[in-house]
């Protein structure tokens, strides 16, 4: 099977915004514009009473993400077959109500004077069990308000939303813990996700595009597994999401500790790290609403390596000033490779296997976290912040560099056994072919009818790199 979209376009048109004529999705889009600007003021203030309390501790920052993102390990694919078989709607009700719950328990214990960090973690964690049920449900959902069509544009607008509230949220936070500490920032935001509650609440449900649901029946979470691992072209952009993903976007662990140790700055310094990457990001979000195909492997691996070789970049700038601008980049190609590998694996994906597709791909793009933030922050207390950040880009870098070779070397086997099968047994002996064209012709055929020629005929239709023709 070819790579899907790259030789057809998806129906769509009305330019960067016109996933937005869809009514429900409006109402998603606005809500989230005002939830994310509170998660993100969340994120950046957790950032920072965890260093309080740690006493500047790299490693404890990355064991409070571990412990955020390690329940998308877990509960992330069996929330995918929740997506499958329930009303998306309702289940992001109870994910939403949940984390402003969270929310406003670890506002009141901050602002009482009362909190520690083992419960910081302890939140932290039940954040993250909602969270992993929340964002593939979210993910899925999308495509039931505007359809297969205006789907890569929600996507990039989903984007595009996200990184707006990256934008305003760090910022927003850094003047709020100046001015009034971190416990207002909880509470803050677990009032503003209840903006996400009511446009949920606000939807018509008639006209949202549901796929059937599954149903219930056995083997439902290893079916979706054999399902992608029988589509190398959903392969590819979630192995490069993992790598990103468990290396390239500690930004909450480096950037903290640039900010401080590096250049000796406070918490309004780290909010303008965090939202040069993400006016990057949303330039990048908004630079790939256009796009009407579905994303092919050079679009992903050559954005995985730009992300890579910029962020590498990013830890050598020598001044504060150098750091903040080289950032603006790497968020766009950060931006521009996340949705890319998001809309490719959405528009490949059946309808009926989305939602446990799309779990198994926040799973390797969050899940890795938990192995790549302590890590990254040890290696930062042990070497430096520079070391790590130089570290999380050339990891990223060399991923897209070797899935790249192995790709076009597999490409290039069966581009020889085309040929091979395309040309007379006769002609094969002649010494300007290449060698394993040669090689290929002279293997055996096995007898006609017998077991070996089934199995034979089996592979043949499938090329080396997986994909059915």
């Given at each position: 099977?070819?790579?899907?979209?790259?030789?057809?376009?998806?129906?769509?048109?009305?330019?960067?915004?016109?996933?937005?004529?869809?009514?429900?999705?409006?109402?998603?889009?606005?809500?989230?514009?005002?939830?994310?600007?509170?998660?993100?003021?969340?994120?950046?203030?957790?950032?920072?009473?965890?260093?309080?309390?740690?006493?500047?501790?790299?490693?404890?920052?990355?064991?409070?993400?571990?412990?955020?993102f390690g329940p998308t390990l877990l509960f992330s694919?069996?929330?995918?077959?929740?997506?499958?078989?329930?009303?998306?709607?309702?289940?992001?009700?109870?994910?939403?109500?949940?984390?402003?719950?969270?929310?406003?328990?670890?506002?009141?214990?901050?602002?009482?004077?009362?909190?520690?960090?083992?419960?910081?973690?302890?939140?932290?964690?039940?954040?993250?069990?909602?969270?992993?049920?929340?964002?593939?449900?979210?993910?899925?959902?999308?495509?039931?308000?505007?359809?297969?069509?205006?789907?890569?544009?929600?996507?990039?607008?989903?984007?595009?939303?996200?990184?707006?509230?990256?934008?305003?949220?760090?910022?927003?936070?850094?003047?709020?813990?100046?001015?009034?500490?971190?416990?207002?920032?909880?509470?803050?935001?677990?009032?503003?996700?209840?903006?996400?509650?009511?446009?949920?609440?606000?939807?018509?449900?008639?006209?949202?595009?549901?796929?059937?649901?599954?149903?219930?029946?056995?083997?439902?979470?290893?079916?979706?597994?054999?399902?992608?691992?029988?589509?190398?072209?959903?392969?590819?952009?979630?192995?490069?999401?993992?790598?990103?993903?468990?290396?390239?976007?500690?930004?909450?662990?480096?950037?903290?500790?640039?900010?401080?140790?590096?250049?000796?700055?406070?918490?309004?310094?780290?909010?303008?790290?965090?939202?040069?990457?993400?006016?990057?990001?949303?330039?990048?979000?908004?630079?790939?609403?256009?796009?009407?195909?579905?994303?092919?492997?050079?679009?992903?691996?050559?954005?995985?390596?730009?992300?890579?070789?910029?962020?590498?970049?990013?830890?050598?700038?020598?001044?504060?000033?150098?750091?903040?601008?080289?950032?603006?980049?790497?968020?766009?190609?950060?931006?521009?490779?996340?949705?890319?590998?998001?809309?490719?694996?959405?528009?490949?994906?059946?309808?009926?296997?989305?939602?446990?597709?799309?779990?198994?791909?926040?799973?390797?793009?969050?899940?890795?976290?938990?192995?790549?933030?302590?890590?990254?922050?040890?290696?930062?207390?042990?070497?430096?912040?520079?070391?790590?950040?130089?570290?999380?880009?050339?990891?990223?870098?060399?991923?897209?560099?070797?899935?790249?070779?192995?790709?076009?070397?597999?490409?290039?086997?069966?581009?020889?056994?085309?040929?091979?099968?395309?040309?007379?047994?006769?002609?094969?002996?002649?010494?300007?072919?290449?060698?394993?064209?040669?090689?290929?012709?002279?293997?055996?055929?096995?007898?006609?009818?017998?077991?070996?020629?089934?199995?034979?005929?089996?592979?043949?239709?499938r090329d080396v790199s997986g994909f059915r023709r």
């Open positions: 099977m070819s790579w899907k979209g790259e030789e057809g376009r998806v129906p769509a048109t009305g330019g960067m915004f016109r996933s937005l004529r869809a009514r429900n999705y409006r109402l998603f889009a606005a809500g989230q514009v005002v939830s994310l600007t509170g998660t993100w003021m969340q994120r950046v203030a957790q950032d920072w009473l965890v260093l309080e309390l740690s006493g500047n501790s790299g490693t404890a920052v990355g064991i409070a993400l571990a412990l955020q694919l069996w929330a995918g077959v929740l997506a499958d078989r329930y009303d998306k709607r309702r289940l992001l009700l109870a994910t939403q109500g949940t984390m402003i719950g969270l929310a406003a328990v670890l506002g009141l214990l901050d602002v009482s004077g009362a909190v520690q960090l083992w419960q910081v973690y302890l939140l932290a964690a039940l954040l993250g069990v909602a969270s992993a049920v929340d964002v593939p449900v979210r993910q899925s959902f999308v495509v039931e308000m505007v359809g297969d069509g205006d789907l890569p544009n929600a996507v990039s607008l989903n984007s595009a939303t996200f990184n707006t509230a990256r934008i305003v949220g760090p910022a927003v936070a850094g003047l709020m813990i100046s001015a009034v500490g971190t416990g207002w920032v909880f509470l803050g935001n677990a009032l503003l996700t209840c903006a996400v509650i009511a446009g949920l609440l606000l939807m018509r449900p008639a006209e949202l595009l549901r796929s059937p649901p599954t149903g219930r029946s056995p083997g439902q979470l290893a079916d979706g597994l054999r399902y992608v691992r029988s589509r190398p072209d959903l392969l590819l952009p979630m192995v490069l999401v993992f790598v990103v993903g468990t290396f390239g976007m500690n930004f909450p662990v480096t950037m903290a500790l640039m900010a401080r140790e590096v250049f000796g700055r406070g918490a309004a310094a780290y909010g303008l790290l965090s939202t040069a990457i993400a006016v990057g990001s949303l330039a990048g979000a908004l630079a790939s609403s256009r796009r009407t195909t579905r994303p092919g492997a050079r679009v992903l691996l050559a954005g995985a390596f730009a992300f890579g070789a910029l962020e590498a970049l990013v830890g050598v700038m020598p001044t504060y000033p150098a750091v903040v601008a080289t950032l603006v980049p790497t968020g766009f190609a950060a931006l521009t490779f996340t949705v890319a590998a998001n809309s490719s694996v959405q528009l490949g994906s059946d309808p009926a296997y989305r939602g446990r597709v799309m779990a198994l791909y926040m799973m390797c793009f969050i899940g890795g976290t938990p192995l790549g933030a302590p890590l990254i922050g040890a290696v930062s207390d042990a070497f430096g912040a520079r070391v790590g950040v130089l570290t999380c880009g050339g990891i990223c870098a060399a991923a897209a560099v070797v899935a790249g070779a192995v790709l076009a070397r597999r490409r290039g086997l069966r581009l020889g056994r085309e040929v091979a099968g395309a040309l007379p047994r006769s002609s094969l002996a002649h010494p300007h072919l290449p060698r394993r064209v040669r090689v290929l012709r002279r293997l055996p055929r096995p007898a006609t009818g017998s077991a070996r020629s089934r199995v034979g005929a089996r592979s043949r239709r």
